[in-house]
């Protein structure tokens, strides 16, 4: 499903990727760097500037996290740094929160997401947003 509303605020088009997880690691002192805290979450939509998926634990407002996004089909699962914007309660069955990330800036820096894995959510977003009605070309 892809959201044709654009939110106030929202630049980038959200869309689902069917069977694709998240793997979440918290930043943390004195933890180990391969721990993670959330293991194959269901991601529940994907943008280029964000990630929602549902979780059994929440995650705290304004954390760092690093995230794995393992998507059905490719070798490579998708790492990518990025801040908690939101979390809340969810009355799914299987999982107990919804969760919220802002992937950070894409650039060489250091914090910074690889440009490259921002090549890779375009060409996702190309092969998993559909097509709207009116953007078919006759």
């Known amino acids: 499903m892809v959201y044709k509303e654009i939110e106030e ?28 805290e959330e293991k194959f979450c269901p991601v529940v939509d994907i943008s280029r500037g964000g990630l929602r998926f549902l979780s059994q634990r929440p995650l705290k407002i304004k954390s760092k996290v690093t995230l794995k996004i393992s998507v059905p089909g490719e070798k490579v699962p998708l790492s990518l740094k990025g801040r908690v914007k939101w979390a809340f309660a969810d009355s799914g069955k299987n999982y107990k929160y919804k969760i919220g990330v802002q992937f950070n800036p894409y650039a060489e820096k250091r914090g910074q997401n690889s440009p490259s894995t921002l090549e890779k959510i375009i060409a996702l977003e190309q092969k998993f947003a559909p097509v709207e009605e009116s953007d078919k070309k006759e």
Not at 12 to 30: H, M, N, Q, W, Y
Request: aromatic content about 10%; glycine content about 8%; charged content about 30%.
């Open 9 to 36: 605020g929202r630049m980038c088009l959200r869309f689902e990727i069917p069977g694709a997880t998240v793997s979440c690691k918290r930043k943390k002192l004195f933890v180990s760097p391969t721990k993670y």
